[in-house]
């Protein structure tokens, strides 16, 4: 509108430091608004890594560079060592192994070879993830599992392969998975989610009796 333009002319003219300060000011609130979820996401996110460091440091020497090795829950896959209080050690098949709770001894004792062969697993993807920023190790380990090949641990295979679809970041299991999804966009990009939440691939409830008395 010629008339708005005129207007807008003459405060420049006018009031040239208001015009600055409104721009400032605006420049301001627009930072904030951007940056201020993110923000919070980091903060949220440092919290939780200090709060399972913390508990992880309360362990004798060898078993925290064991946890940290394993990272994971082999019976709660999404379940980091350390989150829910101090993991707890068992010798299966004469091989150290952390689960996240009390809840998780017999299935991981039950599982014998198997739950070893998976801590393996866990350790063998932790280092490969480790290789990668922050921020995408969190996104990697958020999925956890490719999105194609929904049993591969995301760095079991090796360094996980990302893809950009609909602006959304898709890890996967190896290169081999990429036309797979690609080839259908939506369905790939469900099964992230579905895959983001926790308990999707795990063998018994987190919220079960144990688990529930456990986090109190």
């Not at 709060?51 to 990272?71: G, N, V, Y």
């Amino acid at each position: 509108d010629p008339c708005i333009k005129d207007d807008l002319k003459m405060m420049k003219a006018r009031f040239p430091l208001l015009v600055l300060a409104m721009a400032v000011l605006a420049s301001g609130f627009s930072t904030t608004s951007a940056t201020g979820h993110e923000g919070h996401d980091h903060e949220a996110m440092q919290k939780a890594e200090k709060k399972i460091s913390d508990t992880l440091a309360k362990l004798p020497a060898e078993d925290q560079k064991l946890a940290a090795a394993q990272r994971f829950c082999p019976m709660m896959a999404y379940s980091r060592l350390g989150a829910m209080g101090a993991p707890i050690k068992l010798t299966i098949e004469g091989k150290p192994v952390f689960v996240c709770c009390k809840g998780c001894i017999d299935d991981a004792k039950a599982g014998g070879a198997a739950t070893v062969k998976t801590t393996e697993k866990l350790k063998e993807a932790s280092v490969e993830l480790a290789k990668l920023a922050p921020a995408e190790r969190a996104a990697a380990e958020a999925q956890k599992y490719c999105a194609i090949n929904t049993k591969g641990l995301l760095g079991s295979m090796g360094a996980p392969i990302k893809l950009e679809i609909d602006g959304k970041p898709v890890y996967l299991c190896c290169g081999g998975c990429t036309k797979k999804a690609q080839a259908n966009p939506a369905a790939t990009l469900a099964k992230v989610e579905e895959l983001k939440k926790p308990g999707m691939k795990e063998g018994h409830d987190h919220g079960d009796k144990d688990h529930a008395d456990h986090k109190k």
